[in-house]
Nanobody, 121 residues
Framework: QVQLVESGGGLVQAGGSLRLSCAAS????????MGWYRQAPGKQRELVAV???????NYADSVKGRFTISRDNAKNTVYLQMNSLKPEDTAVYYC???????????????WGQGTLVTVSS
């Protein structure tokens, strides 16, 4: 019913930048919060940043001041601008969306397939 398609991952040197994008499509009535999570090898998935439909944001302490989350509600797309990347940012990054889908008008949480970000030292 709803799909999230991520793009923008890749290999970058420490100190570099990457921009992730995540576009939602399908039977969407409304998207509430959208966010980015990441999972490094051997670790649990963790929240990186989240943004509400009204534009309020929240960040993990480890990325504050370096990452910026934004969204384009008209395009059902969320972005993550990542600057000053560190090797410890290496992980698979997952997009997440809290949606209301039609025709049932029911709540549905959706995850993307993940995109790999590798930061070399």
């Amino acid at each position: 019913q709803v799909q999230l398609v991520e793009s923008g991952g890749g290999l970058v040197q420490a100190g570099g930048s990457l921009r992730l994008s995540c576009a939602a499509s399908g039977s969407i009535f409304k998207i509430n919060a959208m966010g980015w999570y990441r999972q490094a090898p051997g670790k649990q998935r963790e929240l990186v940043a989240v943004i509400t439909s009204g534009g309020r944001t929240n960040y993990a302490d480890s990325v504050k001041g370096r990452f910026t989350i934004s969204r384009d509600n008209a395009k059902n797309t969320v972005y993550l601008q990542m600057n000053s990347l560190k090797p410890e940012d290496t992980a698979v990054y997952y997009c997440n969306a809290n949606t209301i889908v039609v025709p049932e008008y029911r709540y549905l949480e959706v995850w993307g397939q993940g995109t790999l970000v590798t930061v070399s030292s």
